[in-house]
Every structure is written in C-alpha cells, then in structure tokens.
C-alpha cells in the first residue's frame, strides 16, 4: 500500500488515497464533501474520477460484475 495524495474531482480538497500494489481502481470517500470518488492508479500518476465519468474498466463495482460473469465460464 501507498499513500498518494489527490484532489478531489467535486470540491478539489486534498485527500490522501491508500493504493493497494494492483492497478485496480478503487472507490474513496473525500472527508471534505462526503462524495465517493474512483482512484485509478496508472503507471507514473494517478486518475481521479467522479463516479458517473468513469467508464466501465474503470468502475471497480461494474469490473467486479464483469470479473464474475467470466470466471464463472
Ligand atoms: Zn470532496
């Protein structure tokens, strides 16, 4: 795990995110606004989204559907 530090994408207040070693995105709660953001991490920075800009790949609940639709194959 490491701590980043980013804005948030509603009220732009600094919020220190824990990514986890994976590039999966994760949801994060901004202490400021109370609003759930989505945290991508890429390969030298990280993503911000608002939950409703992020597509599918990067919705870590629409990527757990779709995870299980194929594993179950
Ligand atoms: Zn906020």
């Known amino acids: 795990m490491s701590a980043i530090t980013v804005n948030c994408p ?3 207040q600094s919020v220190t995110v824990n990514q986890g070693e994976d590039y999966a995105p ?3 709660n901004c202490q400021g606004c109370g609003k759930r953001f989505i945290a991508e991490r890429g390969v030298s920075s990280i ?3 608002k939950e409703k800009d ?5 919705n ?12 179950e194959e």
Do not use: D, G, N, V
Not at 60 to 67: F, G, L, Q, S, V
């Open 47 to 49: 993503k911000i989204m």
């Open 10 to 12: 509603y009220c732009q």
């Open 60 to 71: 870590p609940e629409c990527r757990e559907i779709e995870t299980c639709a194929t594993c």
């Open 26 to 28: 994760q949801f994060h």
């Open 54 to 58: 992020a597509p599918c790949m990067s």
